[in-house]
């Protein structure tokens, strides 16, 4: 059974750029969702992805957006990067539908705004 | 909305001391609640769960129990060894909105 991995690892932007931010989710998931950890932080959930829509979205502004492929595999966008933008993102996996919700958490993509 | 409080840390025990972190949510309806382990340079792993009032999640020799009327999840292990230094997240699940709500976080560091 795979788990959960997220590319890349680390990364740099200035202020302005856009940035991809990749997730392949654990085998059988059918739900992806996405978080923002800032530094000392707890995780601050951004969207959640099932069957491809969007199902559930946290108080992020529309220039951060995701797509869902047929594969449950995910990407995070984030448009015109502002510096508190930095922080560890993190996706994670799930089955939507039971009743622990259960999550499963990739390692993050660190991302460094300057 | 929903919201997750815990204690603020760092919390520094010694090797074999008893080990207490405090966590209270606000919530519209029944959530499930967990606690989510962060080891230094690891993703959040699933400690352990419950998900409703009064069921006891436990593992690796943690355990917290789901307590309705304080509405508390209180985070406890009777010994606590070196290798449990990591941040400990509290976090519910709102079963209506589906998405995770996780509290601040609590860093512990276990001293030899």
Partial sequence: ?114 | GNSVTQMEGPVTLSEEAFLTINCTYTATGYPSLFWYVQYPGEGLQLLLKATKADDKGSNKGFEATYRKETTSFHLEKGSVQVSDSAVYFCALYDNYGQNFVFGPGTRLSVLP
């Fill in chain 1, 1 to 114: 059974e795979t788990g959960v991995t997220q590319s890349p690892t680390h990364l740099i932007k200035t202020r302005g750029q856009q940035v991809t931010l990749r997730c392949s989710s654990q085998s059988g998931h059918n739900t992806v969702s996405w978080y923002q950890q800032a530094l000392g932080q707890g995780p601050q959930f951004i969207f959640q992805y099932y069957r491809e829509e969007e199902n559930g979205r946290g108080n992020f502004p529309p220039r951060f957006s995701g797509l869902q492929f047929p594969n449950y595999s995910s990407e995070l966008n984030v448009n015109a990067l502002e510096l508190d933008d930095s922080a560890l993102y993190l996706c994670a996996s799930s089955l939507l539908g039971l009743a622990n919700g259960e999550l499963f958490f990739g390692e993050g993509s660190r991302l460094t705004v300057l």
